[in-house]
């Protein structure tokens, strides 16, 4: 009788945890976004950044339910996401430092939007590639992470 009692307590944590949001990126430079679970529904987006994070919000079968960083949300196959790390900033004029810290030497200004590929992440901060800079951002200015 216990182990019914312990197996139905864990039942909604189950249901709860199956749909924890997550980010993944686009794993090819052209991938479509559907209105809804597969190749029959129209295509809304065709998106051309490789890499560029989306927030996984539901599932069925092979595709995902996605949300972009301009809030449009749709379908894509699970082909075409990736676990590779990138972000989008979401603040103006962000200064990209050598180090984790506002004290270390400053590399570069990012405007808003600039799409960045993430080597790696502490708390905070965020060591990040973009074009053919390299350095470290503050967590809390990128979208794609949690």
Known sequence: MPL???????LPFEILHSTEEYFLTL??????????????YPVKIIYKKKFLPVLVQDKSDN??????????SGWIHI???SKKKAAITI?????L????TI??????????GRHVKVNKCNVAWCKIKT??????LQKKSLWGLL
């Not at 430092?97 to 984790?100: K, R």
Request: proline letters at 3%; charged letters at 30%; glycine letters at 6%.
């Open 79 to 81: 082909s075409q996401l």
């Open 131 to 136: 074009g053919e800079f390299k350095g470290w």
């Open 27 to 40: 794993r090819n430079d052209k991938v479509n976004l559907r209105q809804g679970p597969s190749f029959d």
């Open 91 to 95: 603040d103006d004029d962000l200064i």
């Open 4 to 10: 019914i009692i312990i197996l139905f307590l864990l």
């Open 63 to 72: 595709f995902r339910k996605v949300r972009d960083h301009e809030n449009n």
């Open 103 to 112: 004290y270390s030497n400053p590399i570069a200004v990012l405007k808003k």
């Open 97 to 100: 430092f050598s180090n984790s």
